[in-house]
T-cell receptor
Framework: QKEVEQDPGPLSVPEGAIVSLNCTYS??????FMWYRQYSRKGPELLMY????GNKEDGRFTAQVDKSSKYISLFIRDSQPSDSATYLC???????????????FGQGTILTVHP | GAGVSQSPRYKVAKRGQDVALRCDPI?????LFWYQQALGQGPEFLTY????????KSGLPSDRFFAERPEGSVSTLKIQRTQQEDSAVYLCASSGGASSYNEQFFGPGTRLTVL
């Protein structure tokens, strides 16, 4: 069993829908929880990160972390066709930079938002 | 440059050939990571450098894989005697600083196809 599990989808929704993406994990040492977006033939780009448990909101995106359940979520409100991409959850023990920060990724969920 | 660059973007190799993949990180970034992304999967960690020191190579799948960063900037991932199972996108990421969280910036990847 992988350390991070993510439903690969694919997920297809109409424009304006609320999208819910989630991951579960097994390593209780993870402290930093990230959501990356990856367009076709591109590298992943960071959408949001959360430290420890709690919620974080950024525009149409909300990230939630429940460390007691080892479960994280990303909600996208008022989804747009430009949100169509693969969404990857990722986790790390350390903060990165000079303190390491190796990422463990989920499988990725392919999202299509159709007009 | 403004971001992480990788070259070549695409590489086709015959089974048994050696390949070398290059990563130019963001200037001044101390940390450099290599990840392997198989088709339909999330990236998986290969190796980590802090400046020129390779501090973690636990993700390298076999002794055919070798990475270096001799001057603490540009890095090369070398794969000897390529096999079909080496076909994947190889992603490089860099991060720097000592903030509470230090984002990893990814390059566009090198897509390796082994025939």
């Amino acid at each position: 069993q992988k350390e991070v599990e993510q439903d690969p989808g694919p997920l297809s929704v109409p424009e304006g829908a609320i999208v819910s993406l989630n991951c579960t994990y097994s390593n209780s040492a993870f402290q930093y929880f990230m959501w990356y977006r990856q367009y076709s033939r591109k590298g992943p780009e960071l959408l949001m990160y959360t430290y420890s448990s709690g919620n974080k909101e950024d525009g149409r995106f909300t990230a939630q972390v429940d460390k007691s359940s080892k479960y994280i979520s990303l909600f996208i409100r008022d989804s747009q066709p430009s949100d169509s991409a693969t969404y990857l959850c990722a986790m790390s023990v350390n903060a990165g930079g000079t303190s390491y920060g190796k990422l463990t990724f989920g499988q990725g969920t392919i999202l299509t938002v159709h007009p | 440059g403004a971001g992480v660059s990788q070259s070549p973007r695409y590489k086709v190799a015959k089974r048994g050939q050696d390949v070398a993949l290059r990563c130019d990180p963001i200037s001044g970034h101390v940390s450099l990571f290599w990840y392997q992304q198989a088709l339909g999967q999330g990236p998986e960690f290969l190796t980590y450098f802090q400046n020129e020191a390779q501090l973690d190579k636990s993700g390298l799948p076999s002794d055919r894989f070798f990475a270096e960063r001799p001057e603490g900037s540009v890095s090369t991932l070398k794969i000897q005697r390529t096999q079909q199972e080496d076909s994947a996108v190889y992603l490089c990421a860099s991060s720097g600083g000592a903030s509470s969280y230090n984002e990893q910036f990814f390059g566009p990847g090198t897509r390796l196809t082994v025939l």
